[in-house]
């Protein structure tokens, strides 16, 4: 069970999220209230061990700027949050060596996103970052071969059942294990991810799990 701590916005939560055994941590270059600036990117992921697989996440940006940003703030890779075509998606798979595209649920690009220049897609809710949770019978059929990544509303209390339900390759969550908006609890954090990685139908394999390896950077 692949599980990724989005919406990081200091070193010291990087580091918690990690410590915690986080997969991967996410950082927001769309506009959030949890937006962060690629320097200050930076200044964290050269602070990560580099098996961390680092995310940024971004909303109808161009392409090229995507990747001009995942190579400034240091991060290995970039999730597209928004609107973004099927081509958009290619230029920048051209450019970045992870990359994640993100639909609503329920939406009907989901079943041709096995067309896509990525074999990773998540699944949230309409209001991406609200924290509110959607009726998972809405993720629908995923196309084969596509690893499927579950976030919107998830917290310590849901996770298990959430992924005993939709049993998605992995999770994504943020505001549900926040003290408050850009703030992460360390007792959540731990709680979320001990608590997927338990309701996983397999045994959890570790960082091999990612489609990448990241330590031999």
Same mark, same amino acid.
């Given at each position: ?15 918690? @999220? *990690? /410590?915690?055994? !986080?997969?991967? =941590?996410? #950082?927001?270059?769309?506009?959030? +209230?949890?937006?962060? %600036? ?7 992921t050269?602070?990560l ?38 081509? @958009? *998606? /290619?230029?920048? !798979?051209?450019? =970045?060596? #992870?990359?994640?595209?993100?639909? +609503?649920?329920?939406? %009907? ?28 019978s ?51 954090v ?8 338990a ?19």
């Open positions: 069970m692949f599980v990724k701590i989005c919406g990081i916005t200091s070193e010291d939560d990087a580091l918690l @999220a *990690v /410590a915690m055994g !986080a997969d991967a =941590v996410g #950082f927001m270059f769309a506009p959030s +209230v949890r937006q962060i %600036p690629a320097q200050q990117v930076y200044d964290i050269r602070r061990p580099p098996e961390v697989l680092t995310v940024g996440v971004f909303r109808d940006e161009h392409p090229k700027r995507v990747i001009e940003i995942v190579h400034r703030s240091g991060v290995k890779g970039a999730q597209l949050h928004g609107n973004e075509s099927k081509t @958009a *998606v /290619a230029e920048v !798979a051209k450019g =970045v060596k #992870f990359l994640v595209k993100a639909y +609503v649920a329920g939406s %009907p690009q989901i079943a041709e996103s096995g067309s896509l220049a990525t074999d990773t897609i998540l699944i949230d809710g309409s209001t991406p970052g609200s924290g509110h949770l959607f009726d998972w809405l993720v629908g059929e995923i196309p084969e071969g596509m690893r499927m990544i579950l976030a919107g509303g998830l917290t310590p209390e849901n996770i298990a059942d959430a992924v005993q339900t939709v049993n998605p390759w992995g999770v994504d969550v943020s505001t549900g294990v926040e003290q408050s908006p850009g703030k992460k609890d360390p007792l959540k731990k709680r979320f991810i001990e608590r997927a990685r309701a996983a139908p397999v045994p959890y394999l570790g960082p091999e799990e990612i489609p990448y390896d990241w330590s031999d950077e």
